[in-house]
């Protein structure tokens, strides 16, 4: 099937660095959502982008869908302990299929 | 609103027993599915819904069925546990957007042992 590939796997920082995780794929993609899973939690939406090109800010996270509709990242500024966690992305295939991306685990040292 | 709603939270099973996970939601989604989250897979598609009485499989339909008789209700059903379904298994519900599963509500999930 159509999948996503999402580096890095891990990340571990220091609060207050910045971290940015990627989301890639072969094919255009129809739009792209995001996810945060809290460790021991259930995945929780963040955003959907679907415009080529697109850019879109929640506080300190930034969100950007590629020109080519083929890769998306989602950055965080000056990162936080609360931010720790697993950032998934996840694409719409045909038919309804939502296929998850492999996750990158954020960790931060306080 | 309960949300998305799973039982049980955890279950211990043989290999060769079966048994149904449940899973609830009273938002009224057309959009049903089932993930299976294992350590370094991510979340992998099991079984999804359009809305009632339409199932399709997922990327790992092997060894689990559902069925999708009410718009609230959506049972993931193991024939015959093996331990490689030891996992966390999560249900999701969404509203459809032009068709296609916009935000996704997660439930809390199931820890299955398979041993």
Known sequence: GQQVMQIPQYQHVQEGED????CNSSTTLSN????????????????QLVKSGEVKKQKRLTFQFGEAKKNSSLHITATQTTDVGTYFCARNNQGGKLIFGQ???????P | NAGVTQTPKFQVLKTGQSMTLQCAQDM????????RQDPGMGLRLIHYSVGAGITDQGEVP???????STTEDFPLRLLSAAPSQTSVYFCASSPLLRRTPYEQYFGPGTRLTVT
């Open chain 1, 19 to 22: 971290f940015t995780t990627y």
């Open chain 1, 32 to 47: 792209i959502q995001w996810y945060k899973q809290r460790p021991g939690g259930h995945p929780v939406f963040l955003i």
């Open chain 1, 103 to 109: 996750g990158t685990e954020l960790s931060v040292k």
């Open chain 2, 28 to 35: 009224n989604h057309e959009y049903m599915s089932w993930y």
């Open chain 2, 62 to 68: 092997n060894g689990y069925n559902v069925s999708r």
